[in-house]
């Protein structure tokens, strides 16, 4: 188990930062009366931090090197003024359409070579050098301007980076990051396969970006044109933020992830950001009932979130309301904000965001929750379930910057996640990797277990429990040390380890391994896995296991113990008898393997197993009722224990140490308690 402490609060307010997307621009006409009023508004509802700026390259340099900028002083001023922190964007996040008609390299363009207009947002090249050198003026002129403002408390780089750019400039980036990555051509080549359908490359000219024009099958071309694309936007953060740590070395910066986008890396990003923030969006009241799924998969997009730097986050935006984008902007019943609220911060988040304060009254997201809607006034149910919120976030200040005492991680890669989707045979793109790594993470949800949620290639120090779904990719290190030896060592040292089908059968190349899977995991895990059956969506196959039939389907791999005990054993087929799940005692730990995907029901009664066997601790010991989680924070001396119901219906919750509790639908308790 990881030691608990308290981290510095990621702003200088030292409050749980409550507030979100504020755009006084868009109110610039009516700024003597909208603006005050949004400061009455926004202190009524408890509100101590409003984000500005986002868009807003436009109204500050509206023609080439004009500037201005006093609108935006006096929303600064005004911010502080009114004991607000002013978390301040800079606005590349969409461009003013002077910049794409004076310098059309910025328009990007698409995978099928087209060339973008202007319009929309998130759509510039990556590689633009005029891109970048307008950037880099303006963020310089932002911070030498509130450099010393009272208000500032946060940098929001951009919003939500995402997307490619295949431009000529672009290519020739790439081909420059491909000739540093493999040195010389014979050794791209080799990494590629590339005598495959007579793909050796004579120049690097010749390497064209994956197009479905041109190549989509070559698997070594594709995850560096991901990886690259990748590193281009950690490139371009740099590039963005290079001037704010110049000039405003002590003011943290982020940029807004949006949960697990597999475009970038936020493992790799995280390692550059000061602080992680993301955008919370869930499809709450769907078909897919909160009690039996968003509740708990919004809490792994939580947990990842933290564990991008292990460490408090933000969550930067989310809805108080409906979206104006999902398929159904279904409202959010009563008692589900302030649950969705209180859900991050049980996750490590030390805020509570929205998109937006007040509604605009045109374009697409004229319809899109906000904290003030059109009519205007505090007399909204919205409103009143945000003040309610802003009110109880104010008696929560002894959690900023508690951690989360995790025993348990579970690895998500995302260098992983894109050689997996890439890989053809099997179900072909459908592996449902997230899903997978999902329903492992659901086991532990639903038995109060916190989970760390880790790329391969992290420490694996504190935990006592590593889960690795599909690990399909071994990949090293930054110090060149592959993530099976790691697995090795973690498990020599008393660690439990859990792999499962289609681990261990690709290099960091993509490239197979030799000698049987799963690769160099085969020694500690005792096992060989000769072959994998996929199987048609009606096929089922069965094990028992202490005493209990379990259905598998979608994927049974038939393996060879080599040391492994069998633990269970497939009950149908031509492979009948053969291990469905082994383990190997490694050292002074075990490595089990799961052969074959289960449903949730096996997985669910294996780690309530597991758990109890390594002793760990659930944060409420007795059984909770489905749809119900218990989650904690602490700072090594008090924890917090955030009691949550996903259901519809009321919920009956022993806690032990804070006796039986009846939680309404959808109610959250926060419970204090010593550090056990
Ligand atoms: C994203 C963006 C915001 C806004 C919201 C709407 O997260 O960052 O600017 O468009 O979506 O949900
Ligand atoms: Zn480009």
Known sequence: MKKAIRHPPITKCPHILHGGDYNPEQWLTWKDTIWPEDMRLAKLAGVN?????????????PSEETYQFAWLDEVMDMLAENGMTAVLATPSGARPAWLSEKYPEVLRVNRNRSKNLHGERHNHCLTSPVYREKVTRINTLLAERYRDHPA???WHVSNEYGGECHCPLCQARFREWLKNRYKTLDALNAAWWTSFWSHTYTSWEQIESPSELGDTNLHGLNLSWRRFTSDQFIDFYLCETAPLKKITPAVPCTTNLMGPYMGIDSFKLAKVMDVISWDNYPNWHGTDQDAAWEGMHISFNQDMNRGFKDKPFLMMESSPSATNWQPTAKLRRPGV?????????????????YFQFRKGRGASEKF????????????????????????RLKTMDPIVGCSTPAGVALIFDWENAWALGDARGFLQQNTAYDRTVIEHYSAFWKQAVP???????????????????????????????????????FVKNGGTFVATYISGYVDEDDLAF?????????????????????????????????????????????????GAEVLAKYGSDFYAGRGALTVNKYGKGSAYFMAARTYTDFLDDFYRDLVDRRGIKRVIEAPLPPGVTAQVRSDGKKEYVFVMNFSPVPAGVDTGFAGKKELAPWEVLVLEREQR
């Open 368 to 391: 899109h929750g906000a904290v003030v809607d059109h009519e205007g006034t505090e007399n909204t149910r919205v409103f009143r379930d945000v003040a309610e919120l802003g009110a």
């Open 337 to 353: 904000h302030t649950l969705q609220s209180l859900q991050a911060i049980a996750h490590g988040s030390d805020s509570v965001q």
């Open 514 to 562: 030799s000698g049987g899977f799963p690769g160099p995991l085969r020694e500690v895990l005792g096992i060989w896995a000769e072959e994998i059956d996929s199987l048609y969506p009606e096929d089922r196959n069965s094990f028992i296991w202490k005493d209990k039939n379990y259905a598998v389907h979608e994927f049974c791999e038939l393996v060879h113990p080599r």
């Open 49 to 61: 931090s409003l984000t500005v700026g986002i868009f807003s390259w436009a109204a500050l340099e």
């Open 451 to 489: 989970v760390d949620i880790i790329e391969s290639t992290r420490s694996f120090e504190g935990y006592d429990i590593i889960v690795a779904p599909m690990l399909y990719m071994l990949r090293r290190d930054d110090a060149g040390i592959c993530v099976a030896e790691k697995i090795a060592e």
């Open 152 to 154: 500032l408390g946060l």
